[in-house]
């Protein structure tokens, strides 16, 4: 059974750092292509970022490039997204996802992905 647990967000100001962790169960993170993404009040979900399955290449959308790095640990079957230089349109709830996108232009694409974790609250604010 893939199962897929977020943890690590909470309340941060801006300019801050989180690390959230994305924990995997039923399937090895290096098989499937995990992706993060957001989605905020009343706002369609959107990518954030994207390690690759085969070699492990990341993507990031426009918005957090130079601010979050998305990284794989195999041996603990984890995925991380470091949020660095926090901003308050950061605030969202954060999801992560595993799935096979066949083309690299769809890493950061809601629909190509099969599995879901439940998510994880983020808030940055003074």
Request: aromatic share 14%; charged share 15%.
């Amino acid at each position: 059974q893939v199962q897929l647990v977020e943890s690590g967000g909470g309340l941060v100001q801006p300019g801050g750092s989180l690390r959230l962790s994305c924990a995997a169960s039923g399937f090895t993170v290096d098989y499937y292509a995990i992706g993060w993404f957001l989605q905020a009040p009343g706002k369609e979900r959107e990518g954030v970022s994207c390690i690759s399955s085969s070699d492990g290449s990341t993507y990031y959308a426009d918005s957090v490039k130079g601010r979050f790095t998305i990284s794989r640990d195999n041996a603990k079957n984890t995925v991380y997204l470091q949020m660095n230089s926090q901003k308050p349109e950061d605030t969202a709830v954060y999801y992560c996802a595993a799935g096979r996108p066949r083309y690299s232009s769809w890493y950061l694409q809601v629909g190509h992905y099969d599995y879901w974790g439940q998510g994880t609250q983020v808030t940055v604010s003074s």
